[in-house]
């Protein structure tokens, strides 16, 4: 029972900047690696970032690597992601996921948030 809430999400134009944070609402926090997934019309969903429990690793897909940052704050149970130089092919629904054991599949999730929508705009 961990409730995931995102936010931040919104238009910004091509080469801009957004802030997404997701919000947890667990007892303990520390125990889960998180993710962000994004999703775009008519594609599957794709692994974006994913931090671990501890906080000290972090991967990154190829395509937002060296513009996306994810990291997590464990006063605020909360993790955002960064992202900068946003381009047009950033826009999608971004999910923020909660698991015990991470990953770069979905399948190592077992908590998903109902998404925040980026639109980017040439």
């Known amino acids: 029972q961990v409730q995931l809430v995102e936010s931040g999400g919104g238009l910004v134009l091509a080469g801009g900047s957004l802030r997404l944070s997701c919000a947890a609402s667990v007892r303990a926090f520390s125990p889960y690696a998180m993710g962000w997934f994004r999703q775009a019309a008519g594609k599957e969903r794709e692994f974006v970032a994913t931090?671990?429990?501890?906080?000290?690793?972090?991967n990154l897909s190829n395509s937002v690597k060296g513009r996306f940052t994810i990291s997590r704050d464990y006063a605020k149970n909360t993790v955002y992601l960064q992202m900068n130089s946003l381009k047009p092919e950033d826009t999608a629904v971004y999910y923020c996921a909660a698991g015990l054991a991470g990953g770069i599949v979905s399948q190592g999730y077992d908590y998903w948030g109902q998404g925040t929508r980026v639109t980017v705009s040439s």
């Open positions: 931090i671990s429990s501890s906080g000290t690793r972090a």
